[in-house]
């Protein structure tokens, strides 16, 4: 115990607490009541006239991510360490702009989850942005508080978790000397409203909203591992997915969904026209359209007069009509292209298998099925909440999509955790929205997620709901609501970024002036 204790005096142990504590804020553990009191330690620590060292803050970012982003190391061990270093530094840029801030005398209350806010949407953004694990995610099974989403998104949620953050660190330093008591009285009331407005709306949106019967959804969960070593058994998958489709019986379904790139050859290839005919077959006998996860090719072709290829939803209905797709507008650096790799072509090493770039897609598809409307989204797109409202917004008409689809290939990451992080994200977008989600996903998670946020898993035979092939059946909910997210879109966390800046400019004006003039 005396050496616990020690710990938690020193700077660097601060840090390391704060690591572990928002570590098991998400799954594995998943202990998301952790997450409004993790970052304390760290942020006091912050406060404290000893302040831990900017490597240590560093090093707290970068183990964090090492230690949540494992599962990464099942594809490549290169882009792992790349990837976590880089995400270190967003702790680091807290750690010094912070102090830049908090010099202007701005209570720590406001000034660290603001600067917190703009730092992480920055980090969603930036460089085709890494979305995974922002501070609100870990309230994903909050039922109450997940409803705020609807509202201003994931950065809500992270806002008030860091408000009470922020609280705990202050409550956990030394007040200035004559501070008087208001100042801490006037934080305890701005804590206080702020998570009885968030449990007060929670409750009320969750008893008030409007939900009414949607379509009947088959998705399939194959479970064909994905290896750099092993060969993609595409004529085999496709077989097994026609059988399993045929196990549904007619008029069961309105539709059927197939996992992302599971037909491996692309639906509108000159050399491969039967595969489009076996599924349009087996769509026939089902008696209701599959969507299916295929590549596709560009359209039309590139300037040198090759096509591309593209990741594709394959929407095939039952009878003559014509094949209609959605075409992926967000692709997965170092996944399915190679950033800039003319200019740095040591990127490609960084990926430990040959892969030609797909092309990105441009296009918010949406497809019609009887008196509902509905988009698709390929792997994570359902991480990237800008993806997601460009193709549930309300259209010109006003009218938005009824539920999505999201067909992913989880696959590479085996059963590990990253199912559990993809599906998280994945209630979010169906809370901003007011959605369905029905995700058919190779090794799992397979779900579908109603508006409310709550998740009807797949149940295999191993009793989980991974590492199997099944069939989720589910009557999905619709919902009317247009929300107040699907208006105004990331306007919160911009605004975060727009007041952080100013603050630095400040700080950075107040400094020059401070500054002793230069005697030459």
């Known amino acids: 115990m005396r050496f616990l204790s020690w710990i938690g005096r020193q700077p660097w142990g601060r840090a390391l607490l704060s690591g572990l504590l928002l570590w098991a804020s998400y799954p594995p553990l998943d202990l998301g009541f952790l997450a409004p009191i993790a970052l304390a330690p760290w942020w006091a620590a912050l406060l404290s006239r000893d302040r831990p060292t900017a490597l240590a803050s560093f090093l707290l970012g970068a183990g964090f991510f090492f230690a949540s982003l494992g599962w990464l190391a099942h594809v490549t061990v290169a882009g ?10 967003y702790f680091l840029a807290f750690d010094r702009l912070s102090r830049a801030i908090l010099n202007l005398g701005v209570p720590p209350i406001l000034a660290l989850p603001i600067l917190w806010g703009a730092l992480e949407h920055v980090r969603i953004i930036a460089f085709t942005g890494f979305p995974w694990l922002a501070l609100g995610h870990a309230g994903w099974r909050m039922d109450l508080v997940l409803q705020t989403a609807d509202l201003f998104g994931i950065t809500g949620i992270t806002l008030l978790f860091a408000l009470t953050n922020a609280f705990a660190a202050e409550a956990a330093s030394p007040a200035p000397p004559g501070e008087p008591a208001r100042p801490r009285r006037l934080r305890r009331t701005l804590l206080a409203a702020a998570w009885l407005a968030a449990l ?9 909203l409007v939900l009414e019967d949607g379509p009947r959804i088959v998705a399939l969960q194959e479970n064909v591992p994905q290896s750099i070593e092993t060969k993609f058994p595409g004529d085999e998958v496709l077989k097994r997915l026609i059988e399993t489709t045929g196990t549904v019986r007619p008029g069961e379904a309105d539709l059927i969904v197939w996992p992302e790139t599971m037909v491996f050859r692309p639906l509108d290839h000159p050399r491969f026209p039967w595969v489009a005919d076996r599924i349009r077959a087996a769509a026939d006998r089902a008696g209701c359209p599959i969507l299916a996860g295929a590549f596709g090719m560009s359209k039309p072709a590139q300037p040198d007069g090759k096509f591309g290829v593209r990741n594709c939803a394959w929407l095939v209905r039952p009878g003559g009509a014509a094949l209609e797709r959605y075409d992926k507008m967000h692709l997965v650096p170092f996944g399915e292209y190679i950033p800039l790799r003319k200019t740095f072509p040591f990127f490609a090493r960084l990926v430990p298998f040959e892969m030609e770039d797909l092309e990105i897609g441009d296009e918010a598809t949406r497809f019609s099925l009887g008196r509902w409307t509905f988009a698709a989204a390929i792997c994570f797109e359902d991480t990237v909440a800008s993806v997601v409202r460009r193709l549930a917004s309300p259209d010109a008409s006003g009218r938005k999509i009824d539920f999505l689809a999201n067909l992913s290939n989880d696959g590479w990451f085996a059963t590990s955790w990253e199912l559990d992080d993809h599906l998280a994200a994945s209630v979010f977008r169906a809370v901003e929205h007011r959605i369905s989600i029905v995700r058919s996903v190779n090794t799992g998670a397979t779900a579908a997620i109603d508006p409310l946020g709550r998740i009807t898993r797949i149940r295999l035979a191993n009793g989980t709901d991974r ?10 909910s619709v919902s009317p609501a247009i929300t107040l997210y699907a208006r105004i879109g990331d306007l919160l966390p911009w605004a975060c970024i727009a007041i952080s800046i100013l603050a630095l400019v400040l700080s950075a004006a107040t400094r020059s002036r401070r500054a002793p003039p230069n005697p030459l």
């Open 467 to 476: 590492g199997g092939t099944g069939i989720l059946r589910a009557r999905l």
């Open 200 to 208: 007060g709306y929670g409750m009320a949106r969750a008893s008030s």
């Open 80 to 89: 792992w360490i790349v990837l976590c270093l880089y995400l270190g530094l």
